[in-house]
């Protein structure tokens, strides 16, 4: 079992900044993917970004390439997400998941683990 607990949300104004982190324990792997995403109120789940376990390759969704940028630390076997420029419509609950797949997911079923969520509200 791989345990996620993700921190760093809050309240922010628009074009504001936020980081939040997901810290990875137990049964982690050196391969596979972790990977960000978020529900708003009455939304699907949905992704945000991705990169490798060891911190390789990145893939971000359209609606936030260019204000937000994910990154892991391999020593702390954490993954954070710098999230810039944000907008009201960024308001969700954020989740790091993680797999063991080889190939990057960018849809809930393919993720194994998944941590708590925590709030993220942008005020315009």
């Known amino acids: 079992q791989v345990q996620l607990v993700e921190s760093g949300g809050g309240l922010v104004q628009a074009g504001g900044s936020l980081r939040l982190s997901c810290a990875a324990s137990?049964?982690?792997?050196?391969?596979?993917?972790l990977g960000w995403f978020r529900q708003a109120p009455g939304k699907e789940r949905e992704f945000v970004a991705v990169?490798?376990?060891?911190?390789?390759?990145?893939y971000y969704a359209d609606s936030v390439k260019g204000r937000f940028t994910i990154s892991k630390d391999n020593a702390k076997n954490t993954v954070y997400l710098q999230m810039n420029n944000l907008k009201p419509e960024d308001t969700a609950v954020y989740y790091c998941?993680?797999?063991?797949?080889?190939?990057?997911?960018?849809?809930?079923?393919?993720?194994?683990?998944w941590g708590q969520g925590t709030q993220v509200t942008v005020s315009s």
């Open positions: 998941a993680a797999t063991r797949r080889t190939i990057a997911p960018t849809t809930i079923g393919g993720y194994d683990y």
């Open positions: 137990g049964r982690t792997f050196s391969s596979g993917f």
């Open positions: 990169i490798g376990w060891s911190g390789g390759s990145t």
